[in-house]
């Protein structure tokens, strides 16, 4: 009787995330960007606030829990009414010609025109990524990348949408 083998995929050598304070637990640090730090009150375009619910910075906002736990707390943004504006970013050192993986999870907090990010690293594009119009439903971005030549990675998110109403998002887990 022929017996059946299965056979596992190859152990893939997994590290430790090189992002600090990805899921910005340990508040408005770690990280940089062009917006605006604007505590309890993300009311104008091209502002932030670190907090566990949007709505408690934006009347407008859905009013729901961050992706990590449901109780912790997560970067929410009112959207850039100016193009090009950097979201998030931050520099992590890397190893030569190694293949890394950068992951975000996303998610409106104001259903009109939903936020459209690009992502880079070094000054390159590596992916889009447009968030839905339900609002507070975390969704997972994530893209492969290769080192080649580089020792360190600037990773930049950045809104590509500049309306000024909705464009709105909130981002966790990075």
Same mark, same amino acid.
């Given at each position: 009787?022929?017996? &059946?083998?299965?056979?596992?995929?190859?152990?893939? +050598?997994?590290?430790?995330?090189?992002? @600090?304070? #990805?899921?910005?637990?340990? #508040? +408005? %640090?770690?990280?940089? &960007?062009?917006?605006?730090?604007?505590?309890?009150? @993300? $009311?104008?375009?091209?502002?932030?606030?670190?907090?566990?619910?949007?709505?408690?910075?934006?009347? !407008?906002?859905?009013?729901?829990?961050?992706? %990590? !736990?449901?109780?912790?707390?997560?970067?929410?943004?009112? #959207?850039?009414?100016?193009? #090009?504006?950097?979201?998030?970013?931050?520099?992590?050192?890397?190893?030569? +010609?190694?293949?890394?993986?950068?992951?975000?999870?996303? %998610?409106?907090?104001?259903? @009109? $025109?939903?936020?459209?990010?690009?992502?880079?690293?070094?000054? !390159?594009?590596?992916? &889009?990524? %447009? &968030?839905?119009?339900? /609002?507070?439903?975390?969704?997972?971005?994530?893209?492969?990348?290769? /080192?080649?030549? !580089?020792?360190?990675?600037? @990773?930049?998110?950045?809104?590509?949408?500049?309306?000024?109403?909705? +464009?709105?998002?909130?981002?966790?887990?990075?």
């Amino acid at each position: 009787v022929p017996t &059946t083998k299965t056979l596992s995929p190859p152990a893939q +050598n997994v590290g430790p995330n090189l992002i @600090i304070n #990805g899921d910005f637990e340990s #508040g +408005n %640090t770690g990280f940089s &960007t062009e917006y605006v730090f604007s505590p309890s009150a @993300i $009311l104008n375009p091209a502002t932030y606030d670190v907090l566990s619910n949007p709505n408690s910075a934006h009347p !407008s906002a859905a009013s729901f829990g961050d992706h %990590t !736990s449901g109780s912790g707390l997560m970067m929410a943004l009112n #959207g850039a009414d100016v193009p #090009g504006q950097v979201v998030w970013s931050q520099t992590v050192p890397v190893v030569t +010609n190694t293949d890394y993986e950068f992951s975000a999870w996303i %998610t409106s907090w104001f259903l @009109i $025109l939903p936020a459209q990010l690009e992502f880079r690293i070094n000054g !390159s594009p590596i992916g &889009t990524f %447009t &968030t839905t119009r339900a /609002s507070g439903v975390w969704e997972q971005f994530a893209v492969g990348w290769n /080192s080649g030549n !580089s020792t360190s990675a600037l @990773i930049e998110i950045v809104n590509s949408n500049t309306s000024y109403s909705g +464009n709105d998002l909130a981002i966790d887990d990075l």
